[in-house]
T-cell receptor, first 118, second 115 residues
């Protein structure tokens, strides 16, 4: 079974500073994916970034980067130059097998509420 | 805009009632996932369909059922509703039949309140 742990229930960060959101995971699968999603107060889930377990380079998408440390089983999200619009819940998730047919599902962490202070 | 459409956005009903939530996936996506987000359980996987066939089940109650139609839209039916069923129900789509490689595209969710 997969497990995602996000130990920071809430964070306050000054605007324009960089912020790191922690995520550790546990799985027995050899192949898996790691994801970060943003959920603003409006409720929708917005995909931010993806890292495959065999990807050797850390994924980057604009101001978002994923600090993937496989040996430590961590997949921290780094947001550079934070903006007021970054205030939201952030969820770390990983894909894992749920059937013998190779089907996968996403397992989500409990989330971190990020608040950007002007 | 993810391209995934969910209706209704908000729904208020009473215990014991039955509701149907509808999802239209992104154009071309054959795979649909349903997730439930409640305050105490976080985001929980319910069920997945691919091209009309059920592919995987998660923590879905027997009172809940789903289907995917030939036009690929999906419906989640919730019956004998209880207070604890109040949650945000997400539909997500993917072009992949089995894997979640890449990303899942989520709809805006249907917020169900059971009184």
């Amino acid at each position: 079974a997969q497990k995602i742990t996000q130990t920071q229930p809430g964070m306050f960060v000054q605007e324009k500073e960089a912020v790191t959101l922690d995520c550790t995971y546990d799985t027995s699968d050899q192949s898996y994916g790691l994801f970060w999603y943003k959920q603003p107060s409006s409720g929708e889930m917005i995909f931010l970034i993806y890292q495959g377990s065999y990807d050797e380079q850390n994924a980057t998408e604009g101001r978002y980067s994923l600090n993937f440390q496989k040996a430590r089983k961590s997949a921290n999200l780094v947001i550079s130059a934070s903006q007021l619009g970054d205030s939201a819940m952030y969820f770390c998730a990983m894909s894992g097998l749920i059937s013998n047919f190779g089907n996968e599902k996403l397992t989500f962490g409990t989330g971190t509420r990020l608040t950007i202070i002007p | 805009d993810s391209g995934v459409t969910q209706t209704p956005k908000h729904l208020i009903t009473a215990t014991g009632q039955r509701v149907t939530l509808r999802c239209s996936p992104r154009s071309g996506d054959l795979s649909v996932y349903w997730y439930q987000q409640s305050l105490d359980q976080g985001l929980q996987f319910l069920i997945q369909y691919y091209n009309g066939e059920e592919r995987a089940k998660g923590n879905i109650l027997e009172r809940f059922s789903a289907q995917q139609f030939p036009d690929l839209h999906s419906e989640l039916n919730l019956s004998s509703l209880e207070l604890g069923d109040s949650a945000l129900y997400f539909c997500a789509s993917s072009p992949h039949p089995t894997g979640v490689t890449g990303e899942l595209f989520f709809g805006e969710g249907s917020r169900l309140t059971v009184l």
